[in-house]
């Protein structure tokens, strides 16, 4: 079945980087794209970004241009987003989501949680 | 505060009808597909409606979806107490160049 694994929960300290990973199965990896959406406890949903797993083509969220890699390895089927300078304000959980062309997200990770804290 | 604006809340009592609205503009709403998540307690977001009005596989025909100009609409059909969690609207934004989400409406079923 399609899938969407991500990596395990991060603790890191206000200033440091982050990349959480996001291994899919079930389905042809560089058919689709692949969304990140965000969402800090107690609030809604925040996109995040999307990257083409066929030729590596990204579109990031203005607010977060400058502080947000988004990358793919396709030998391993497995996308990757790295946010550096950490704040307080970057405490959420991650999901990664299967998307096609940027519009629509059909499948989803479970979620990484990241805290940042001093 | 969010591009698309939703109702905080709903409710309704099981077996009825529910409607939950998404307003938005010409460079999102009106020009774009709407698509429709549905969040349960503690669990990932999952895709209910995509392109206004369309179900994935597995999703009941409870669920349905339509727009109107700037405005999209989501309805639940035969509430019940599973249907409650955390709803939201999201499409493409084309200011902005990337999607936006409603704010989001929890739904209680009494």
């Known amino acids: 079945q399609v899938q969407l694994v991500q990596s395990g929960a991060e603790v890191k300290k206000p200033g440091a980087s982050v990349k959480v990973s996001c291994k899919a199965s079930?389905?042809?990896?560089?058919?689709?794209?692949i969304s990140w959406v965000r969402q800090a406890p107690g609030q809604g949903l925040e996109w995040m970004g999307w990257i083409s797993a066929y030729n590596g083509n990204t579109n990031y969220a203005q607010k977060l241009q400058g502080r947000v890699t988004m990358t793919t390895d396709t030998s391993t089927s497995t996308a990757y987003m790295e946010l550096r300078s950490l704040r307080s304000d970057d405490t959420a959980v991650y999901y990664c989501a299967r998307d096609g062309a940027g519009d629509y997200m059909d499948v989803w990770g479970k979620g990484t949680t990241v805290t940042v804290s001093s | 505060q969010s591009v698309l604006t939703q109702p905080p809340s709903v409710s309704a009592a099981p077996g009825q009808k529910v409607t939950i609205s998404c307003s938005g503009s010409s460079s999102n709403i009106g020009n774009n597909y709407v698509s429709w998540y549905q969040q349960l307690p503690g669990t990932a977001p999952k895709l209910l409606i995509y392109?206004?009005?369309k179900r994935p596989s597995g999703i009941p025909d409870r669920f349905s979806g339509s727009k109107s100009g700037t405005s999209a609409t989501l309805g639940i059909t035969g509430l019940q107490t599973g249907d409650e969690a955390d709803y939201y609207c999201?499409?493409?934004?084309?200011?902005?160049?990337?999607?936006?989400f409603g704010g989001g409406t929890k739904l209680t079923v009494l």
């Open positions: 079930g389905y042809t990896f560089t058919s689709y794209g």
């Open positions: 392109d206004n009005n």
């Open positions: 999201g499409t493409w934004d084309s200011s902005l160049s990337g999607v936006v």
